[in-house]
């Protein structure tokens, strides 16, 4: 078992940036594959980026490549998710969630077994 919870959301500016953090229970988060998702009212959740185990392996969605970086501290049971140049698109709900480690990195949702309650994102323009 897995609890997973979320810091770091609020309201910027566009162009801003903000670090959320995703810390995790148990002693076993280094078996984890971590990925973050965002959703919108009305719309489906979202793959944002994900990070192998080790912390070796990562993907970004295409929507935030080059803006979006994700990172892990195993020895602290914490993913990050940095986020620089928002842009009022990006605002969403912010969740983050975890997967026993495979051999990619999924973006599909259905996969992750853990997921946390989620940090409000907004920025305005």
């Known amino acids: 078992q897995v609890q997973l919870v979320e810091s770091g959301g609020g309201l910027v500016q566009a162009g801003g940036s903000l670090r959320l953090s995703c810390a995790a229970s148990g002693r076993t988060f280094s078996s984890y594959d971590m990925g973050w998702f965002r959703q919108t009212p009305g719309k489906e959740r979202e793959f944002v980026a994900g990070?192998?185990?080790?912390?070796?392996?990562?993907y970004d969605a295409d929507s935030v490549k080059g803006r979006f970086t994700i990172s892990r501290d195993n020895a602290k049971n914490t993913v990050y998710l940095q986020m620089n140049s928002l842009k009022p698109e990006d605002t969403a709900l912010y969740y983050c969630?975890?997967?026993?480690?495979?051999?990619?990195?999924?973006?599909?949702?259905?996969?992750?077994?853990?997921w946390g309650q989620g940090t409000q994102v907004t920025v305005s323009s």
């Open positions: 990070i192998s185990w080790s912390g070796a392996r990562t």
């Open positions: 969630a975890a997967r026993m480690r495979g051999p990619s990195i999924v973006t599909s949702r259905g996969p992750y077994d853990y």
